[in-house]
């Protein structure tokens, strides 16, 4: 059983007010302030027992004052007094008890209220000075209010030289404009979303940074400024860059190889000493693998394209169930194990890059197919509603954190469960996100951890 700790704060103060209320009235009477002021000197007991007791104890004090002081203060002394007179002093009295016993406890709770406060305030603000990250806050039209140790280390500027300046000082010339858009956001009480972009230093070098803003706001809700963190990413930036250069490279040099790989493969295949033979089938495993080999070199190669912005798009007009269907008829082949189950139609013509959403197809049904394991089916449903076609995955597999469903999307992210890491190089997502926002269209997922996942995209009709 719990221990039960007894109150003797709370002891102590009901105590200090019965000692101080026998006090005052020893002086009032050995100041011989008896019958003709009965209440004189009261006052005194009533303040200090709240101010040093809180409020219990100041209206203890009150009540116990003022039953002794009519009592043996009052004549005739030695009852408990029933008089017109006596009573409408002794009801203003304790009226007057009660309410400096509020008064002086809302000022006692103010003031803790105030320094509990300035406790935090100092706590965060020593945070503040000693984090790494640049932190600092600036007004609604830019003009820098604090700038920590970690600001001037990232910027460049001591806090002396850009506190009272406008922010923009540290915004290159070619992302003015991006600076005054999210500027404009805020001001309208809107978020953004955390930003990489280019900031420049005090000595003129760029340098990559991941932004977060969010407003200030006061407990009423009225916004006071902006607090912003910026991080140091050009590091991070620059390995990507070579990875990309790197993959890219490698990609374009492979595709010729593998390319006359397939080639030779087939070409065997068809000779009449291996068609019916256990070469046979060994040959076309390593089609299998040739295949999905080169759909990771293709995948390469969009990436490398997006980065450098040559990624086309060659839109023609085509039957959009027809192009769904026969993708889930191909996957299906590819797996014993699951269950592919189409539903729903749509039937619509859609002009779109018909192998571009073919990829996106393929990359949301083999994604299912690999984390759902042990889940047998993955469900396709085709629906078309406010002028877009709709196409939803769903799979019973690993699911996807909530946390986690922010970065899907992302470059290079691989979705791992505690057990087995999944193969790839995170990239069919991006590649999938890429094709779709550039048709006009959205794409999202909606996954709870070990529930499975639904992947989901719209195109304009």
């Not at 007991?45 to 809180?54: E, N, Q, R």
């Amino acid at each position: 059983m719990p221990t039960m700790k007894f109150p003797w704060q709370r002891i102590y103060g009901y105590g200090f007010a019965v000692l101080v209320s026998l006090m005052v009235l020893v002086v009032k009477y050995l100041l011989g302030l008896t019958f003709e002021a009965p209440y004189l000197l009261l006052f005194v007991a009533v303040v200090i027992s709240a101010l040093y007791g809180g409020l219990g104890p100041s209206l203890l004090a009150t009540f116990l004052t003022a039953a002794l002081v009519n009592i043996y203060f009052i004549f005739p002394t030695g009852e408990l007094i029933v008089d017109r007179k006596v009573d409408i002093q002794l009801v203003t009295y304790i009226a007057q008890g009660l309410l400096v016993s509020l008064i002086v406890e809302w000022h006692r709770r103010s003031d803790r209220k105030n320094r509990l406060a300035e406790k935090q305030l100092s706590y965060l603000g020593a945070i503040v000075e000693s984090a790494e990250e640049a932190i600092f806050s600036k007004d609604l039209n830019g003009i820098v209010t604090s700038w920590n140790k970690g600001a001037e280390h990232l910027y460049g500027f001591k806090a002396m030289e850009i506190v009272g300046k406008c922010i923009k000082v540290t915004v290159p010339e070619e992302k003015i404009a991006e600076w005054e858009a999210m500027m404009a956001c805020l001001r309208r009480g809107q978020r953004t979303d955390t930003l990489e972009t280019i900031r420049r230093k005090k000595n003129g070098d760029l340098i990559n940074v991941s932004l977060t803003v969010s407003l200030i706001k006061n407990s009423q809700g009225k916004t006071l400024g902006i607090s912003s963190i910026a991080r140091n990413i050009t590091r991070r930036v620059e390995l990507e860059k070579r990875r990309d250069e790197f993959l890219g490279l490698a990609s374009h040099e492979l595709k010729t190889p593998i390319t006359t790989i397939k080639a030779y493969n087939q070409a065997l295949q068809n000779f009449p000493e291996v068609r019916n033979s256990q070469a046979a089938l060994i040959l076309k495993k390593a089609e299998g693998q040739i295949d999905r080999l080169t759909r990771l070199i293709t995948e390469l190669l969009n990436v490398s394209r997006i980065e450098e912005g040559k990624l086309e798009l060659v839109p023609s007009k085509f039957d959009f169930d027809n192009l769904v269907r026969t993708t889930v008829e191909d996957i299906q082949v590819t797996t014993a194990q699951h269950k592919i189950v189409l539903s729903g139609r749509t039937g619509e013509t859609l002009l779109a890059d018909r192998e571009r959403i073919q990829e996106v197809l393929v990359n949301l049904l083999t994604n299912a197919i690999k984390y759902s394991p042990y889940g047998k089916n993955v469900r396709v449903n085709l629906s078309a509603a406010d002028h877009h076609v709709q196409v939803n995955i769903r799979d019973y597999g690993i699911g996807i954190s909530q946390g986690d469903q922010k970065k899907v999307f992302e470059k290079y992210y691989r979705a791992q469960s505690n057990n087995n890491p999944y193969p790839g190089l995170g990239i069919g997502l991006y590649l999938a996100r890429d094709i779709i926002n550039r048709h006009g269209g959205k794409i999202g997922v909606k996954s709870r951890k070990g529930l499975g996942s639904n992947f989901y995209f719209s195109l304009p009709i």
